[in-house]
């Protein structure tokens, strides 16, 4: 596979953000994916989330598996850490990494085929563990690389490019978020930048595990009429129930609305997530809430997005295992070793 890289020249006009960086350092070379690929949408948006919230490039480690999702780690963050790992192992890479190195920020990137299909009980166990990380599944409902065939979340009754009807049952992704513990979940599509690029700021300053689900349209195989994840589709049966502004820890927070409509939740470093309700009778805080409320919505044949919960007091795995402050790569032999005394304390636990 070769990749085109990006001309280096380019205007001295440039916004640059608080590190100095402009935008295009958190590019990375031209994609290679079809012409339209939602997936493209979402890599922008990655771009501009890191970008805007001043990000260092070398602080974020990119993880993928396989399929045209896990190519698009390429074609973003070229100056970060990156892992392309074997078909749906992508998670238990990713938490062997955030073992050893809690310090970097974790985004894993996979497909409807990586995370539902081979890799679902990767995924599931990945978000029962609390990670911490920011897991997005960008959904195009197809394997685009085996030339279309129907994936674990196609909907029930959608056909093919062919004129195939698919009668299996599909898979909620945001649903099993749900049920395994997430503490941000959010559902999202790569053609509304003003909804996605918010939710993945919040989920990159959440401590905890954080989910989006994407509905990222093939254009070359799953794009067309009797598609539900076609763009016209999305278009016409997106729901938003709220809407998400990010607001950085070091900014004074000046909030001007009447009340009952903003929600304001404080993250861990300060951050502050300001949610506009759109729907005043959903609550993002309610686990079963938005669990009921998604089986609802899929029956009316509607697709909920936005930020569909979040755990304003959430844990993740190294909380629960209580692991050393420190990256483990960092410990030293003399770290390591109990001594005697402790290991005979250790032993004596035991017995």
């Known amino acids: ?32 994916l079809c012409a339209g690929c939602g997936h493209d949408s979402i890599s922008a948006a990655i771009v501009r989330a890191c970008f805007e919230l001043d990000l260092p490039p070398h602080r974020i480690a990119k993880l993928s598996g396989i399929g045209c999702s896990s190519k698009t780690p390429t074609y973003f963050l070229g100056a970060s850490h990156g892992f392309n790992s074997v078909h749906g192992r992508m998670p238990s890479v990713l ?29 599931l166990h990945a978000i029962r563990r609390g990670v911490n990380m920011v897991y997005i599944v960008e959904n195009n409902g197809v394997y685009g690389l085996t030339k279309g065939q129907f994936s674990a979340t196609s909907d029930r009754g959608a056909k093919s490019k062919r004129g195939v009807v698919n009668h299996d049952e599909a898979i909620d992704m945001v649903a099993m978020a749900l049920q395994m513990g997430a503490t941000y979940v959010g559902r999202s599509f790569s053609g509304d930048k003003t909804q996605l690029i918010p939710l993945i700021q919040g989920a ?28 016209d589709y999305v278009r016409a049966h997106n729901e938003a129930v709220n809407q998400l502004d990010v607001i950085t820890g070091r900014d004074e927070i000046i909030v001007d609305y009447a009340p009952g409509t903003v929600e304001l939740v404080t993250q861990h470093d300060g951050s502050v997530l300001q949610l506009h309700k759109l729907k005043q009778d959903y609550d993002i805080h309610d686990r079963g809430a938005a669990m009921a409320h998604l089986q609802h919505k899929r029956e009316l044949g509607h697709i909920p997005t936005g930020l569909l919960f979040v755990d304003p007091e959430p844990q993740e795995m190294h909380g629960y295992l209580k692991t050393t402050s420190r990256p483990l790569n960092e410990l030293r032999e003399a770290d ?8 005979e304390k250790l032993n004596a636990s035991l017995r």
């Open 336 to 343: 390591l070793v109990p001594g005697a005394a402790l290991l």
């Open 1 to 32: 596979m070769s990749y085109l890289p990006k001309p280096k020249l380019h205007g001295h006009d440039q916004p640059k953000n608080a590190l100095g960086y402009t935008r295009r350092d958190y590019e990375g070379p031209i994609s290679t």
């Open 95 to 123: 938490t062997g990494a955030n073992l050893a190195n809690r310090d970097l920020i974790y985004l894993g990137v996979s497909g409807d085929g990586d995370s539902a299909s081979i890799g679902i009980g990767q995924f």
């Open 204 to 231: 990159l300053e959440h401590p905890g595990a954080a989910f989006i689900d994407c509905i990222s349209p093939c254009v070359a195989f799953n794009n067309h009429e009797g598609s539900t994840k076609s763009y």
